[in-house]
């Protein structure tokens, strides 16, 4: 099967964690016999055309002029890789595209429509979700091309029955026309063969416990929770240390905390690291720390499991479906400072508990998120689509799928041909 990637980040380009899953279920595709196109952003020192490990990478830049905002530089960005995907589709043409999160929704529209073919949209996290509600214009937009790309496409996948319950609510979908895929991880990809004491020495005094995170600073990835914990966690183990690495607009203000909390002492802001050195502090940290406001799967979360970490995270989203309190991690209640003190404090003081966690943790992530297994999953639902009576008569021309909705293969097929109905919002 030929398939269009569309995303607006894919590494080196990593934004979120958007990036990460899209290569590696693009490189998981391509070792089950699939083909694989990704278009994304093109950024200075990146070749515009490459191919690694046999994923076909195309880099565009927006249309040329200083865009107004950054929504228009999303406009721009979607019309030059509708063009780049125009050109690639009239060389050798493409079962299906495949869209990731509303910054290509455009994209993935335009070419639904020029080549008549099946539009998969993975939607990641929702900005109703992201904010608890839309409370200003931008929000408002960006929930309405939220919106019109699940619309648009015939099948809709999410990461957890989490964001499942979101985006059904949130876009009032129908439930046949969303599946449930999580995310999975290349675990090899974030061992190391042993800790590096010269990392260690970087962000961390000798016999100090490190407490990681890595993530966006954004407020809903809950930073400042455990900045606010960090007092409760000194007065029990004097040696610790905050290692916080990441960039994003919540930084200053996660500095300002820390400073004037009087903790600044005790936490290192690491700001952008590579993947070797966030590999090397997976393997030097006592406990890798997740404290989210807001998580529709928790990436983070099986990386570290991956490393043998400890995880502690927040109850709340994907995590309450990949991490078992007591069983292969420790979770605790949203925005509770408190509680997470508590138990980062029990991982450190009870490093029996802390290795049984980690042990099942490694066998879960074993048996349940590998990408093979993943990439076969997502296959299922792409010949589903592309297989079907309606994606047939669709790529025909047919025009009894022009209006709402109709039965196909056993399935509801969706398709936005005609105005679509007023975008509701809970």
């Not at 979120?16 to 279920?25: F, M, N, Q, R, W």
């Not at 000798?206 to 809903?220: A, D, H, N």
């Not at 610790?240 to 936490?267: F, K, M, N, T, W």
Request: glycine share 8%; net charge negative.
């Amino acid at each position: 099967m030929r398939i269009l990637m569309l995303t607006w980040e894919y590494p080196p380009r990593v934004v979120g964690g958007i990036a990460h899953v899209v290569s590696e279920l693009s490189r998981a595709l391509v070792q089950e016999g699939d083909e694989v196109t990704v278009i994304t952003t093109l950024e200075e020192n990146l070749p515009a055309h490459e191919e690694k490990d046999g994923v076909m990478i195309h880099r565009v830049a927006p249309y040329h002029g200083r865009p107004l905002n950054f929504f228009a530089w999303v406009h721009q960005l979607n019309l030059a890789m509708m063009e780049q995907g125009v050109r690639l589709g009239l060389e050798q043409p493409f079962d299906l595209v495949h869209a990731h999160d509303w910054l290509v929704a455009y994209a993935g529209k335009g070419l639904k429509h020029i080549f008549r073919l099946p539009l998969i949209a993975s939607i990641h996290a929702t900005e109703f979700g992201r904010n608890h509600g839309l409370h200003n214009d931008a929000q408002r937009y960006i929930g309405e091309v939220e919106w019109s790309l699940t619309y648009e496409a015939w099948r809709v996948i999410c990461n957890s029955r989490y964001m499942r319950e979101e985006i059904e609510g949130v876009f009032n979908l129908p439930p046949d026309k969303i599946s449930i895929v999580p995310n999975g991880i290349r675990a090899e990809a974030f061992r190391v063969s042993s800790p590096d004491p010269g990392v260690r020495r970087q962000f961390a005094a000798p016999g100090e416990k490190i407490l990681f995170f890595i993530g966006r600073l954004v407020r809903e990835k809950g930073v400042q929770v455990l900045l606010q914990a960090l007092p409760q966690i000194e007065e029990r183990f004097p040696g610790v240390r905050a290692v916080i690495a990441g960039q994003g607009p919540y930084g200053e203000e996660l500095h300002r905390l820390s400073l004037h909390s009087g903790i600044d002492r005790r936490v290192t802001f690491a700001g952008y690291i590579d993947e070797e050195t966030r590999n090397q502090l997976y393997a030097l940290a006592d406990a890798a720390v997740f404290p989210s406001l807001y998580e529709p799967f928790g990436l983070v979360a099986l990386e570290a499991m991956a490393t043998g970490t400890p995880v502690v995270v927040s109850d709340t989203g994907g995590f309450a479906e990949t991490v078992e309190h007591g069983v292969n991690g420790v979770r605790v209640a949203v925005e509770n400072a408190a509680a997470l003190a508590d138990q980062i404090c029990l991982l450190l003081g009870n490093p029996d508990l802390a290795r049984r966690l980690s042990q099942r943790a490694l066998k879960d992530v074993a048996e349940h998120y590998g990408w093979p297994a993943i990439a076969r999953r997502y296959e299922e639902i792409y010949q589903r689509v592309v297989y079907s009576t309606g994606a047939r008569r669709w790529r025909e021309g047919g025009s009894s799928l022009e209006s709402a909705s109709r039965k196909g293969e056993g399935e509801t097929v969706y398709q936005a041909s005609s105005p679509p109905p007023r975008y509701s919002r809970p």
